[in-house]
Nanobody, 123 residues
Framework: QMQLVESGGESVQTGGSLRLTCTASVDISSTQCMGWWRQAPGKQRERVANIYTREGDKYLKDFAKGRFTISQDKNKNTMYLQMNSLKSEDTGTYYC????????????????WGQGTQVTVSS
């Protein structure tokens, strides 16, 4: 079974940048898709960005467009989230997820999750 480990979260100032890393224990090309979700205190988990690992197609939520970039390195079984121009509302726990079994839902629905990495943005 695939395991996912996130890293890269830390405290930064408004306008700063971070790169989150998600490393998988198996070949990420075996997944249908992977992505990043986040959860702020008292709020529901929300989708940030997805990548379809075989085709390379990418999807970003509107709040991430122009600021965040999702990418993958298949040789390292790793997915990244580059976050620039960070805002206080980007604060939260960021989770890496992978859909390893096809959900046929039309969206990326993970069945495997990492433990999360904390991002705190403050002025």
């Amino acid at each position: 079974q695939m395991q996912l480990v996130e890293s890269g979260g830390e405290s930064v100032q408004t306008g700063g940048s971070l790169r989150l890393t998600c490393t998988a224990s198996v070949d990420i090309s075996s997944t249908q898709c992977m992505g990043w979700w986040r959860q702020a205190p008292g709020k529901q988990r929300e989708r940030v960005a997805n990548i379809y690992t075989r085709e390379g197609d990418k999807y970003l939520k509107d709040f991430a467009k122009g600021r965040f970039t999702i990418s993958q390195d298949k040789n390292k079984n790793t997915m990244y989230l580059q976050m620039n121009s960070l805002k206080s509302e980007d604060t939260g726990t960021y989770y890496c997820g992978a859909e390893t079994v096809p959900s046929y839902s039309g969206t990326c629905r993970p069945d495997t999750w990492g433990q999360g990495t904390q991002v705190t943005v403050s002025s």
